[in-house]
């Protein structure tokens, strides 16, 4: 509200000539825009340019529509894909995971194994710290292959005894035979 004795500001006046004018350039633009808009719509439903193609043409839209079909069932096959994937690693994951338990179970044996000999326990402790057992068990690998040799020499003289000596003869000459007729033997015949 204005009071009493009180300046309003104005502004300039709007001439309707102006406006009429402003409307006229409007309009102008307008009808430019829409005969444009009419050419492209003529084109389009003559089956010209690119759009009007896409929708005149039934080859070209099936082409779109198969590249569609293509594109969602090489998606589903990159999940269905990606899902076996997870659950291969999820099962290597579990693999690994049993694997190493096993070889800490392993390792641990071992260390024990190697804790107890290196004690001097066992066998082989005691063959590798014991010089007492080491000697014994040298000597008795010296008595067994002297007492081997004995035993080649007793059979060889066993051989030649007259009381004997046939028997040899006759289990050489099967032995022979025997070989002879081995299919897997590769030698020429018996040895006389």
Do not use: C, W
Request: charged share 25%.
């Amino acid at each position: 509200l204005a009071t009493e004795g009180q300046r309003l500001a104005s502004g300039e006046p709007v001439e309707m000539d102006d406006i009429v004018a402003s409307f006229q350039v409007s309009a102008k633009h307008t009808e430019v825009v829409t005969q444009q808009l009419a050419e492209v719509m003529l084109k389009v439903n003559s089956g010209r340019g690119t759009l009007g193609r896409l929708i005149h043409d039934t080859v070209i839209a099936e082409d779109i529509n198969q590249t569609i079909v293509n594109f969602k069932n090489s998606s589903n096959g990159l999940e269905s894909t990606i899902a076996d994937a997870k659950q291969d690693i999820s099962a290597i994951m579990a693999s690994f995971q049993v694997t190493a338990g096993n070889a800490e179970v392993s390792t641990q044996q071992l260390e024990d194994i190697m804790v107890s000999i290196n004690n001097g326990n066992g066998i082989l402790g005691q063959m590798i710290y014991d010089t007492a057992s080491a000697k014994n068990l040298e000597q008795t690998f010296l008595h067994l292959k002297n007492s081997s040799e004995g035993l080649d020499e007793n059979m060889e003289a066993l051989k030649h005894n007259i009381l004997l000596r046939r028997y040899f003869k006759n289990k050489a000459k099967e032995d022979a035979k025997k070989q002879a007729n081995d299919p897997g033997n590769d030698t020429l015949g018996p040895v006389k």
